[in-house]
């Protein structure tokens, strides 16, 4: 995951002032955190994901829906 982003952030307790502060600090930290720890692997040992790789072009968010992009 590249670029992580964090649409609406509210804490019971917590002003809003600080939300801007918060939310800045917790999206640093989701990217560093999704650069070591993919979502999800593709393993080269299971067949199904071999194939899957090879067929693999692109996955990308467009008005906040998953695309992902197969072909030869």
Do not use: C, N
Not at 7 to 25: D, L, N, S
Not at 32 to 46: C, G, I, M, Q, S
């Amino acid at each position: 995951m590249t670029d992580p982003a964090i649409e609406h952030f509210a804490v019971q307790g917590v002003p809003g002032k600080y939300a801007p502060k918060i939310t800045e600090a917790l999206t640093k930290l989701l990217g560093e955190f999704y650069a070591v720890h993919p979502l999800y692997t593709l393993r080269a040992t299971d067949t199904r994901h071999a194939v899957a790789r090879l067929l693999w072009k692109d996955v990308s968010v467009r008005d906040k829906t998953l695309v992902v992009t197969l072909g030869l």
